[in-house]
């Protein structure tokens, strides 16, 4: 098979994870750069990661770290509209062994809400404002299968009654606008669910709903992939929410992945400052309240002059530990920690365990 | 729904004679705040050398003497129950609704109104389509492509068409397509009559106005385009696997045809109150054609019947579009 050749080349990139070699979305090296007038926009630069069908992934980093252009890429979307014109992309994506960054983008198109599927962060603007819930869902569904309007309608509102929306034969017939914004998201997943697509990817699901709808909300993304199956990918600042939800995590930062691994790896056992600094920055319950969150000092870099050597080093409290000024000069590459988990770090193993147990581990 | 239209509707006819109270004061007030005596204005209503009787014919039909809410009230009710004119020797009755009655050509003015009103609409109507047409279809390709020299080319289009005037642009149609190349006929036939030939005529005057207005639709739909289309909701359109050409009609067109909507009717209701330029250019007898003749003859009760007309016009146009815009865009409520 081809992609296990590629595989081969991509040295220091973690390998697929699962048995037979292929997993069943492989992103491998993944570039996405827009040309603008101040510059080249690096918003990825050199992504891989593996997804199995079942499982969850959740995409972690600040604004401006890649990870929304990860997902518009993967979808395809951000070759679309006039920010996409000039895009520049390299590397790979597999989805289900087919290869969605040198296909034809009509053989893209029809992937688009059949097999991959886009849940997005604000669902009164993602929706729109003219059409009722019911018409947008009947029009997600006969793209891709033609069937008569009546029937597609009943498809709808069957979905409509699985995320949850009480009496979805009436309310198949409001606007968005008449719905509230828990009900929209809900009626978003339907939407984007009524392909029964296998890999669901949720663009910050949960970031423009008050807390006790995240809940729900994250409790019927879980259920409906059990029922489903299917890979969900789930971006996300807010590391809450990954912690309910998500299988594996990958940290990206300047359009790069610093750290991946399980959630607990990742949570318990965090081997890059950067992560250090996301963990101590969380408001916990357990925590006094007269304790003050810390923040990761400085600035998100910027994605046209990426910091040379480890993008994350002006803002990083142990650069100077490595010797020979390495942190400034030299990129690191993803280094297996552990099984199933790695850090781009320069920090040596000893160091990084010495920090974790004396400096950051007791303060969170 | 339905409230909400009585409501409009009532509100509409009281707009209606806010206006016609308005122009009757500027017609019957004005002169006299402004020192004019009962025979002078009467005078205007004549014309050169006019006799005594004439004189106290239009004071005796228009009530010139009689306080100005009575004279308003006559007027109201002869647009209402129709109206007689004594002249002296002679009678005239202006069935309702009569709009007044011109001394000085001796003709009502309802019926010349209802005969050139055809004209008017015939050429607000198939220029509406030109322009409406033309303006969307340039505005939406030039937001697909901002840059591309085909966006250049209509926004420059557009700039010389709402920069150039019609006594240009309609004189130059003139002269090279009816003139000079005659491909188009001279004389307005009515569409009843023979429906290519009325199009074959009216094709140039369409043009011209066309261009006017297309220059106004074409940088409106350009910008809601281009501002459309950055939306959310695009994205998820697109995120769905529609084909691009259903993702730009059917969601981001549909988007920016609201705002056209508000814009067209009342470009549109001015319009039919006399397109008063063009009409004069390609001599067609129109009801802004009506206005000027009137307006050079200094015939007042004619003046008078246009202005109102156009008045209703415009008030039922920006009636309909409110209509219009509540069934387009659901957020609107009608309450």
């Known amino acids: 098979m081809t992609e296990l050749s590629k595989t081969g080349a991509a040295v220091g990139e973690p390998a697929p994870a699962s048995p037979d070699g292929t997993a069943f979305l492989d992103v491998r090296d993944l570039r996405v750069h827009f040309p603008t007038d101040d510059g080249l926009v690096k918003s990825v630069d050199g992504l891989s990661f593996q997804l199995e069908k079942g499982k969850t992934l ?307 | 729904m339905i409230s909400y239209i009585i409501r409009r509707t009532i509100a509409a006819v009281i707009l209606l004679l806010v206006v016609a109270a308005v122009t009757f004061g500027i017609f019957f007030l004005l002169p006299r705040l402004a020192g004019q005596t009962v025979d002078q204005l009467a005078q205007q209503y004549i014309g050169k050398n006019p006799s005594p009787a004439d004189i106290a014919a239009v004071k005796r039909n228009l009530g010139l003497d009689q306080p100005v809410y009575i004279q308003f009230w006559h007027f109201i009710k002869g647009i209402v129950a129709g109206a007689t004119y004594d002249l002296g020797p002679t009678t005239v009755h202006c069935d309702a609704p009569c709009f007044g009655y011109s001394f000085k050509t001796h003709v009502e003015v309802w019926p010349q109104l209802t005969s050139r009103l055809p004209v008017t609409i015939s050429l607000a109507a198939g220029a509406a389509v030109l322009w409406l047409v033309s303006g969307v279809t340039a505005g939406v390709i030039s937001a697909l492509k901002p840059g591309s020299i085909l966006d250049r080319l209509f926004m420059g289009v557009a700039l010389s068409g709402v920069s150039l005037p019609m006594f240009f642009t309609g004189q130059l149609a003139l002269l090279l397509f009816t003139f000079q190349w005659p491909i188009f006929g001279r004389t307005y036939v009515p569409f009843t009559e023979n429906p290519s030939q009325w199009a074959n005529t009216l094709f140039p005057a369409w043009c011209s106005l066309a261009l006017l207005y297309s220059a106004i639709y074409a940088r409106l739909t350009r910008s809601g385009m281009l501002e459309t289309m950055s939306e959310d909701y695009i994205r998820t359109a697109r995120a769905k696997g529609l084909r691009e050409r259903n993702v730009v009609v059917k969601h981001g067109l549909r988007s920016v045809l609201t705002p056209i909507i508000t814009v067209f009717g009342m470009d549109l209701g001015l319009l039919l109150g006399g397109a008063v330029i063009t009409e004069t250019v390609f001599s067609l007898h129109g009801i802004g054609e009506y206005a000027v003749k009137s307006i050079q003859d200094n015939d007042l009760p004619p003046i008078l019947g246009v202005t109102l007309l156009a008045a209703f016009f415009v008030v039922f146009a920006n009636f309909l579009v409110d209509l219009l815009y509540a069934a387009a865009d659901p957020r609107v409520r009608l309450s």
């Open chain 1, 58 to 364: 959740s995409i972690v980093g600040e604004s401006g770290s890649g990870k929304s252009v990860t997902s518009l890429a993967i979808m395809g979307l951000h070759r679309l509209g006039a920010r996409g014109k000039n895009v520049q992309m390299s590397g790979e994506i597999w989805l289900d062994g087919k290869e969605l960054v040198s296909a034809d983008p009509d053989e893209v198109r029809r992937l688009r809400g059949r097999e991959m599927a886009m849940i997005f962060q604000d669902p009164l603007s993602a929706m729109h404002p003219y059409y009722t819930i019911g018409n947008q869902i009947v029009e997600a569904y006969r793209v891709h299968h033609d069937v008569s309007k009546k029937a597609a309608r009943v498809r709808a509102v069957e979905m409509l009654d699985r995320v949850g929306i009480p009496e979805p034969h009436k309310r198949i017939d409001a606007y968005p606008h008449e719905f509230s914004g828990g009900m929209r998201q809900r009626a978003m997943i339907a939407m984007a669910l009524v392909n029964n697509p296998e890999l669901l990817i949720a663009d910050e699901p949960t970031t423009a709903l008050d807390v006790t709808v995240q809940a729900q909300i994250l409790d019927l993304i879980r259920d409906l992939q059990k029922e489903f199956g299917s890979a969900v990918v789930i971006i996300t600042h807010d590391l809450g929410v990954v912690a309910e939800i998500a299988d594996d995590v990958l940290v990206m930062y300047g359009g790069r992945c610093v750290e991946r691994g399980t959630v607990d790896d990742v949570f318990e056992r965090p081997q890059h400052p950067y992560t250090w600094g996301l963990l101590g920055s969380m408001p916990r319950i357990d925590r006094d309240t007269t304790d003050r969150l810390v923040p990761v000092k400085g600035q998100p870099p910027s994605l046209i002059n990426v910091p040379s050597g480890c993008a994350f080093h002006p803002r990083c409290p142990y650069a100077d530990v490595p010797k020979d000024n390495v942190t400034r000069t030299v990129r690191p590459e993803l280094q297996q920690v552990g099984t199933g988990h790695w850090s781009a770090c320069h920090l040596s193993p000893e160091d990084r365990t010495r920090i974790w147990t004396e400096e950051i581990a007791p303060k969170l």
